[in-house]
């Protein structure tokens, strides 16, 4: 799970040209399993330092001004695909998700 959830933050942290709700879907749901944090954030800093890149240079600003194409992609291709008992509001998974992203960047400031 921890793979996943790394994976999905870094198709969040921009390396994705068109927004994809699924990925904050995906990264609030993880959230709720048990995935260590600090695990995810140490192999998220990792896996871009492997591509030559510096979690640094994530742009949260740039990715928090594409919040309304997330939420468009969130209605239109992702939320009539949510079972009822699996739901979670947008907000929700939009905040998780930039949160954890925040602090992914906080990490590779070491």
Do not use: C, H
């Amino acid at each position: 799970m921890n793979l996943s959830k790394r994976e999905k933050l870094r198709a969040l942290s921009g390396q994705r040209r068109y927004a994809i709700a699924r990925d904050l879907y995906d990264i609030r749901f993880l959230s709720d399993a048990s995935v260590r944090i600090a695990d995810v954030l140490g192999a998220f800093a990792k896996k871009w330092a492997v591509k030559v890149m510096d979690v640094r240079n994530i742009d949260l600003v740039t990715i928090e001004q594409r919040k309304s194409e997330y939420e468009t992609n969130w209605t239109n291709n992702l939320e009539y695909l949510i079972p009822d008992n699996l739901k979670v509001p947008f907000e929700d998974a939009w905040a998780v998700s930039i949160d954890l992203l925040g602090k992914a960047v906080g990490e590779g400031v070491s």
